[in-house]
């Protein structure tokens, strides 16, 4: 499976061992390549993402502060379910605070910031969104939301906003495969990104609306 896109690669190099592994292992349950109630095997775990088992247990209590995983006394820890009734609240907060971190970075993103954003509209450009595995769209659509979210220039805002995007991604996955293409989903990112870099505030803002409430309108049609 493809990763994330290379694009922000750069701004996570210098992650201490804890970070990297809580990042690894968020990614792979919010994609869902650990399956909803799965088993969290520490020592496989460790040894395919080639880390210890201390970082690996710091990011475990993380995760679990985020509802991704879950841990039982005797019984070990697994990852949370999915749970669909969940979409209207996780929608309800997104639309208040997604326009909002679209507009603070289009007002306040910085040089380097705005050069993330352009080089993944450009990425996103040159994708054959048609022809490419849904999956990994996707995995566009996660790192999209992030670099906005890091561009707004809040670190407690894109705390909060990754949390929730995180959540909402796993609905996603779940029902991605009863879904159209979601080639147009992703590719719409580019205006969005386009609008940012130009300090448009508005209209990412307004862009920024509409994708969330078409991401909610998406799942409903699937349920």
Do not use: C
């Not at 992650?15 to 969290?40: C, F, N, W």
């Not at 006394?73 to 969940?86: C, L, N, Q, S, Y």
């Amino acid at each position: 499976m493809n990763a994330i896109p290379d694009v922000l690669e750069a701004r996570d190099a210098n992650l201490s061992m804890a970070e990297s592994a809580y990042r690894q292992v968020r990614d792979k349950l919010i994609t869902l390549e650990i399956k909803p109630g799965a088993p969290i095997n520490e020592g496989t775990l460790a040894t395919e993402l080639s880390i210890g088992r201390t970082p690996l247990r710091e990011a475990l209590k993380r995760l679990e502060r985020d509802h991704l995983v879950v841990s039982y006394p005797r019984r070990g820890t697994f990852a949370t379910m999915v749970d669909i009734t969940e979409l209207a609240q996780i929608s309800d907060i997104r639309l208040s605070l997604e326009p909002l971190a679209a507009r603070r970075a289009a007002e306040g993103a910085t040089p380097a910031a705005r050069d993330e954003l352009r080089r993944l509209a450009e990425s996103i450009t040159e994708l054959d969104a048609g022809s490419s595995d849904p999956r990994a769209l996707m995995r566009f659509d996660i790192a999209v939301h992030r670099a906005i979210y890091h561009a707004a220039g809040n670190e407690h805002l894109e705390d909060v906003l990754i949390r929730y995007d995180n959540l909402a991604v796993r609905i996603w996955f779940l029902v991605l495969n009863k879904l159209p293409h979601v080639s147009g989903h992703v590719t719409e990112h580019a205006e969005l990104l386009h609008a940012i870099i130009d300090g448009d505030a508005e209209r990412a803002a307004k862009l920024t609306h509409q994708h969330v409430t078409d991401f909610e309108q998406s799942i409903r049609t699937v349920l």
